[in-house]
């Protein structure tokens, strides 16, 4: 059955100081993983993609991991700001015409 | 990029009216869209697929005649739910891109049904 299982389920931390969100995965065949970022009342918003030949993709403050061989990847968020205070989901694809396997997601909380 | 506008943000109405949500692509045109539904702290969870010019098709659980869907051009989907009841509330959102993988999000419709 494909799943994605990400932890932890939330997490406090303090601005300036760093996180990171892991998220596994069984979807087969894997063909791309994204990490959204979800605003209370908001659709999600893309932070980065990452196909099976990818290990590490940055933007900005936001940086991916993805270990195909593990099924395992993370989201690293440095210098954290009050503004990451979010929903962080995991979602994976199969193959082209599958439908997206969404991760629960975890809820960070960045406080001053 | 791709942008997918959905109107309204936020909708109260009264149970038993209908309520109708827009979902546009901007950009480029989606030949399929897609619903999701998403309450308090859970993740999204797929209501149905848009196709256009074609009948929707819906996952399991999900009520056709609750939550009517018409694709009726490649930049409009709609969702409508019909005779809504208190326990419709919740937040409703819709996706598309170019290569109808549904990776890019509207912004999302707050529904309360009063």
């Known amino acids: 059955k494909n799943q994605v299982e990400q932890s932890p389920q939330s997490l406090i931390i303090l601005e300036g100081k760093n996180c990171t969100l892991q998220?596994?995965?069984?979807?087969?065949?894997?063909?791309?993983l994204r990490w959204y970022k979800q605003d209370t009342g908001r659709g999600p918003v893309s932070l980065t993609i990452?196909?099976?030949?990818?290990n590490t993709k940055s933007n900005g403050r936001y940086t991916a991991t993805l270990d195909a061989d593990t099924k395992q990847s993370s989201l690293h968020i440095t210098a954290s700001q009050l503004s990451d205070s979010a929903s962080y989901i995991c979602?994976?694809?199969?193959?082209?015409?599958?439908?997206?396997?969404f991760g629960a997601g975890t809820i960070l909380r960045v406080k001053s | 990029g791709a942008v997918v506008s959905q109107h309204p943000s936020r909708v109260i109405c009264k149970s038993g009216t209908s309520v109708k949500i827009e979902c546009r692509s901007l950009?480029?045109?989606?030949?399929?869209m897609f619903w999701y539904r998403q309450f308090p702290k859970q993740s999204l969870m797929l209501m149905a697929t848009s196709n256009e010019g074609s009948k929707a098709t819906y996952e399991q659980g999900v009520e056709k005649d609750k939550f009517l869907i018409n694709h009726a051009s490649l930049t409009l989907s709609t969702l409508t739910v019909t005779s809504a009841h208190p326990e419709d509330s919740s937040f409703y959102i819709c996706s598309a891109d170019r290569d109808s993988d549904g990776y890019t999000f509207g912004s999302g419709t707050r529904l309360t049904v009063v």
């Open positions: 979602v994976v694809s199969a193959k082209r015409g599958n439908k997206l396997v």
């Open positions: 990452m196909t099976f030949s990818e």
């Open positions: 998220c596994n995965y069984t979807v087969s065949p894997f063909s791309n």
């Open positions: 950009d480029f045109q989606a030949t399929t």
